[in-house]
């Protein structure tokens, strides 16, 4: 597995990591054992970048990244995220807190949860408008200095923040997402990180499975799977979007790949300093990703995917929070 550095602060990492989300929320059905032996795969193959978050379960998919990694944690680079709050009664219950004693008392449980001393790389999950971003940033650092996190990133945030934030304490990663159908990272997100030296961290670089061909309509998805909701799988936005998929079809095609090994074949292509976090639960699609890594793309090939041009639709019903 290749390695790449994210910040100027020497964070090393896989070239790419393993979003675990989907092994415990938002996507139907859970497997707790197959996830966590594909996050023991994931660390056989070199894959040392697992992404969580506590909002996620809420809090369930840090206790199972914990239960994974406890007899393996010097192989691991542990990434979660603070900053959205779900009410675990009532997880539709949102909201956001970026003040500072919320960051402290957010790492202290995840990192109760991820059975750990230190988080590697600790994230803002989303900006907080309530709280400037540098009251917030400036607690994520009083955690670094106290040795309770080494490196810490943002979570959806716009430009000037990012700046704003990078300014009070060095930033090592951005979040947000990126894929052959969702370029808007380009025009002002990638530009300012390279500027700062911040890596850029794409999720959905697979479109949440939609570019993978994993399904045609959310029609097939189980009825409490999110992306039944999504406004890009919706009415003519779908059918819009169906015939990218078409283009990385054929593509795969002519590579004797598939779908998602050239989806995540093109992410890489765009600079060594974006490692793409594919999120999986099965060991079969993990080894997959990984191969994508030796599926070469020529010029005529990004050219054509290129072309296919941004998704319809928004990313989310609510675009509110991001992009702070």
């Given at each position: 597995?290749?390695?790449?550095?994210?910040?100027?602060?020497?964070?090393?990492?896989?070239?790419?990591?393993?979003?675990?989300?989907?092994?415990?929320?938002?996507?139907?059905?859970?497997?707790?054992?197959?996830s966590i032996a594909t996050i023991h795969r994931a660390l056989e193959l070199g894959v040392t970048l697992l992404d969580t978050s506590d909002m996620y379960g809420p809090y369930t998919n840090e206790q199972l990244v914990g239960r994974a990694i406890a007899d393996r944690r010097e192989r691991a680079v542990i990434a979660t995220k603070f900053g959205i709050l779900r009410d675990p009664a009532d997880p539709t219950r949102r909201g956001l807190n970026g003040r500072p004693e919320y960051v402290r008392e957010a790492c202290e449980?995840?990192?109760?949860?991820?059975?750990?001393?230190?988080?590697?790389?600790?994230?803002?999950?989303?900006?907080?408008?309530?709280?400037?971003?540098?009251?917030?940033?400036?607690?994520?650092?009083?955690?670094?200095?106290?040795?309770?996190?080494?490196?810490?990133?943002l979570s959806e945030a716009a430009p000037d923040t990012i700046r704003r934030a990078h300014a009070t304490h060095p930033v090592s990663a951005l979040q947000t997402e990126y894929s052959i159908w969702a370029r808007q990272p380009e025009a002002e997100i990638l530009p300012t990180l390279r500027t700062l030296g911040v890596g850029f961290v794409p999720y959905s670089p697979l479109g949440r499975g939609f570019l993978a061909a994993g399904f045609r309509s959310p029609d097939e998805l189980p009825p409490d799977d999110f992306r039944r909701s999504q406004p890009r799988l919706q009415g003519a936005n779908l059918e819009r979007n169906r015939a990218i998929v078409g283009v990385i079809e054929q593509v795969a095609r002519a590579k004797g790949a598939t779908p998602a090994q050239i989806a995540l074949a093109w992410v890489h292509a765009q600079g060594d300093d974006i490692v793409p976090i594919p999120g999986t639960k099965r060991r079969t699609y993990l080894e997959q990703n990984v191969a994508a890594?030796?599926?070469?793309l020529t010029a005529d090939d990004l050219a054509r995917l290129d072309a296919v041009g941004q998704a319809a639709g928004e990313r989310y019903a609510d675009m509110s929070s991001v992009n702070r």
């Open positions: 597995m290749q390695t790449t550095t994210l910040g100027t602060q020497g964070l090393v990492v896989s070239r790419q990591g393993l979003g675990c989300m989907g092994m415990s929320d938002f996507y139907a059905g859970r497997d707790d054992a197959e449980g995840s990192l109760r949860r991820l059975g750990t001393d230190h988080i590697d790389l600790y994230y803002l999950h989303r900006v907080d408008p309530k709280t400037p971003i540098e009251e917030t940033v400036g607690a994520m650092g009083d955690l670094v200095r106290a040795g309770k996190v080494r490196y810490i990133g890594l030796d599926v070469p």
